[in-house]
């Protein structure tokens, strides 16, 4: 069930200006999370990548399965990890999925320039096929528009289906290479 997510897109017309935030500055902003309940019951928020959430995403990126996946990414090893996750607070927009305090998500905004954004999303293993990437997706999309982004790409591994399914019910379109990754975009 994703009913407050919905409900509140469907009957709050400030919605996009309530979405948390934590841009290129990496400046922490006060603005409300977004909940919803995954598949399985349990509660999950989007938030703003803080500073004081920094080290629990390496973690998160640590245990992280499989390894190198997305181009390489994530990196191995927390130093690597770390400094990956630095640059990209300088580089656009971060959000972190949390479950039960525990960070599980992460997404990204990569500003491109010319209104153009890459979009890349991380989801831990043990919370996989559960509705949170699609909403989360979701929500990353809405951040977007927020920022006045016209278009979002990304780039997925061609044998991911599952990945390619959720971007498709999301409005991409395959825009590019084909193998070994999927180049995507959407017009926002």
Not at 27 to 34: L, V
Not at 79 to 98: K, P, S, Y
Not at 154 to 168: K, Q
Request: proline share 5%; charged share 25%; net charge neutral.
């Amino acid at each position: 069930m994703v009913a407050i997510v919905k409900d509140v897109r469907a009957t709050d017309p400030q919605f996009l200006n309530r979405v948390p935030v934590s841009g290129p500055s990496g400046a922490e902003e006060s603005r409300p999370e977004i909940t919803f309940t995954s598949k399985v019951g349990k509660t999950v928020q989007f938030e703003p990548l803080t500073e004081s959430r920094l080290q629990e995403l390496a973690g998160m990126y640590e245990e992280f399965e499989p390894k190198r996946v997305a181009q390489g990414l994530p990196p191995v090893g927390r130093e690597r990890i770390i400094a990956w996750l630095r640059h990209l607070q300088t580089a656009g927009d971060n959000l972190i999925a949390v479950c039960e305090g525990r960070v599980i998500g992460h997404t990204m905004l990569c500003d491109m320039g010319r209104q153009t954004a890459e979009f890349a999303i991380f989801i831990h293993q043990d919370f996989r096929n559960q509705g949170i990437g699609l909403e989360f997706t979701r929500a990353t999309l809405d951040l977007a528009r927020a920022r006045k982004f016209r278009r979002i790409w990304l780039s997925v591994e061609a044998s991911n289906l599952y990945a390619i399914r959720i971007y498709r019910q999301m409005g991409f379109r395959p825009s590019g290479n084909a193998y070994p990754e999927l180049e995507m975009e959407i017009y926002l």
